[in-house]
Nanobody, 122 residues
Framework: QEQLVESGGGSVQAGGSLTLSCVASGFTDSSISMGWFRRGPRNERIGVAAIDSDARTNYADSVKGRFAISRDNAKKTLYLQMNSLKPEDSDIYYC????????????????WGQGTQVTVSS
């Protein structure tokens, strides 16, 4: 059974940094794309960053230059390095995985983690 487990959320002041991690299990192929979404004000799941099996990356405009996504296939772990955090980055962040390009295009994903809270204070 496919499972994604996030960690690394927390509270930080504006300008600070956080690193989110996501451990994947139960996925039998390495061709899967992975990424991070945030909850959004209407629980609509907003795409933040994605990385495919060839390590190509895609970012939402709001985080370009501040966030960096990476993956360690040997450890089956996805990361999101969040720098220069702003109060408007506060949200629940979800790890996601999918075999289609919907995730890489930051539209949607089939598999979701339980979410981790990020809070940025001004």
């Amino acid at each position: 059974q496919e499972q994604l487990v996030e960690s690394g959320g927390g509270s930080v002041q504006a300008g600070g940094s956080l690193t989110l991690s996501c451990v994947a299990s139960g996925f039998t192929d390495s061709s899967i794309s992975m990424g991070w979404f945030r909850r959004g004000p209407r629980n609509e799941r907003i795409g933040v960053a994605a990385i495919d099996s060839d390590a190509r990356t895609n970012y939402a405009d709001s985080v370009k230059g501040r966030f960096a996504i990476s993956r360690d296939n040997a450890k089956k772990t996805l990361y999101l390095q969040m720098n220069s955090l702003k109060p408007e980055d506060s949200d629940i962040y979800y790890c996601a995985a999918d075999r289609t390009d919907l995730l890489f295009r930051l539209i949607w994903a089939r598999y979701w983690g339980q979410g981790t809270q990020v809070t940025v204070s001004s």
